[in-house]
């Protein structure tokens, strides 16, 4: 099967190809080979960026000093607590109001393989030795935690985000 396409001689226009707008026929090129002439758009194409620009932070930020006070307090807390969860000593709903629904799902799962391990030791003593805070934009912190347990010490990093007044745990890495 073979599909033919008529197309107008050069320099003249087709009568099925007019227009019922009334705008002149396109005229094709006299020389073979060559493209149509180009024709200005009525309505220019509208140019937007692929990727949002980054947000423009002030040169000369800092935290305040009872914001960093504030996230190591957290930072503790729910290193702590995601450390007595995996342990099996704490229930996890009670870490629901720091963490994210996508980490507590992910620390939830964590924890219910770990738990089917047999011939873990339920029981760990949890101590932090060192916090690490560090001011990433306004609302924004990462903190690395070395944490202690019985036998072996664990490095925790967390990112907090201040949301609607509360700081969230928008990630969390137990290493």
Not at 5 to 33: D, H, K, Y
Not at 54 to 63: M, R, V
Not at 85 to 94: F, K
């Amino acid at each position: 099967m073979s599909i033919l396409i008529v197309l107008p001689a050069p320099g003249e226009a087709s009568p099925e190809l007019s227009r019922a707008s009334g705008e002149p026929l396109p005229v094709f090129s006299t020389v073979p080979g060559q493209a149509p002439p180009v024709l200005p758009q009525r309505h220019p194409a509208v140019i937007r960026e692929l990727r949002p620009a980054p947000a423009k932070t002030e040169a000369n930020w800092s935290s305040s000093p009872e914001d960093d006070a504030r996230i190591e307090a957290i930072s503790r807390s729910v290193t702590m607590g995601a450390l007595e969860v995996l342990a099996g000593t704490r229930p996890l709903q009670q870490l629901a109001r720091w963490m994210d629904f996508e980490e507590f799902e992910r620390l939830q799962l964590r924890t219910n393989l770990v738990r089917g391990r047999e011939g873990t030791r339920l029981h760990r003593n949890v101590r932090i030795l060192r916090v690490r805070v560090c001011p990433v934009a306004p609302g924004v912190y990462e903190t690395a935690v070395a944490a202690a347990e019985t036998d072996r010490v664990r490095a925790v990093a967390l990112r907090l985000e201040l949301r609607r007044g509360l700081w969230k745990v928008a990630a969390l890495e137990i290493g």
